[in-house]
């Protein structure tokens, strides 16, 4: 198969993604299709059918056809902001989810929204958030981990679900070795300065590295005093 290096991408096609000889002109001789392409949508124009103005076709909004739209996308906008039908005020309204009749000022502002708001109230728009954020996402040995406590887990430590996922499959402490239970919940060791995750520990444990501020010869000295006679 015969290959061809194109000046515009440096990289090498073959022969096919070029065009024939018989329509080749110098410099598209030496632009694959996909270059080629690329440089004429950015120097095409085209006509607008509202403002009658020559304007670039990148100007103008692809149809599911993969035609583009006889009006520019500046005309389309301007269409639609004046002949969007205004909402009718409204005073109150019911909320799909507790049914009752509320003042507006009971409701987010939505601006998506026909009415300008929220369907549902305040009250009701914060407890299906709260429930969101109880929602459990794994369990971990001592029992469910919500989605809240994950993500915060994940942003703070910089780990992805996949690695939350192994760091919480650790059954014991890494220094008491006892088991985590309902009133032993792991805590995620991490290192101070460099932020990388050394392991899972429980409270205890890792206050003790936190009050001994992850200096090994100040363990070192306590490990002494315990063993003095």
């Given at each position: ?117 929220t369907s549902c109230c ?31 887990w994940m942003a703070l ?73």
């Amino acid at each position: 198969m015969e290959i061809k290096h194109c000046i515009r991408c440096d990289q090498d096609h073959p022969l096919k993604e070029f065009l024939t000889p018989e329509h080749r002109q110098k410099r598209q001789s030496q632009l694959c299709r996909f270059c080629l392409e690329t440089d004429q949508a950015a120097t095409a124009v085209k006509d607008c059918s509202k403002c009658h103005q020559t304007l670039p076709v990148k100007d103008f909004t692809v149809k599911a056809s993969g035609k583009r739209t006889s009006w520019c996308r500046s005309c389309a906008a301007t269409y639609q902001r004046e002949h969007r039908p205004c909402p009718v005020p409204v005073l109150r309204k019911i909320c799909r989810l507790c049914h009752q009749d509320l003042d507006i000022g009971d409701f987010f502002h939505r601006t998506s929204s026909p009415d300008g708001h929220t369907s549902c109230c305040k009250v009701c728009h914060a407890q299906k958030v709260r429930s969101a954020k109880n929602k459990v996402l794994l369990y971990a040995p001592w029992g469910a981990v919500s989605i809240h406590t994950a993500t915060r887990w994940m942003a703070l430590h910089h780990v992805t679900y996949a690695e939350l996922v192994d760091i919480l499959k650790q059954k014991k402490c890494a220094i008491c070795r006892q088991d985590f239970q309902k009133d032993r919940v792991g805590q995620i060791d991490h290192d101070h300065k460099t932020g990388q995750v050394r392991g899972l520990l429980c409270l205890h444990c890792n206050l003790l590295l936190g009050h001994a501020k992850d200096q090994p010869n100040i363990l070192r000295a306590a490990l002494t005093y315990l063993e003095k006679p």
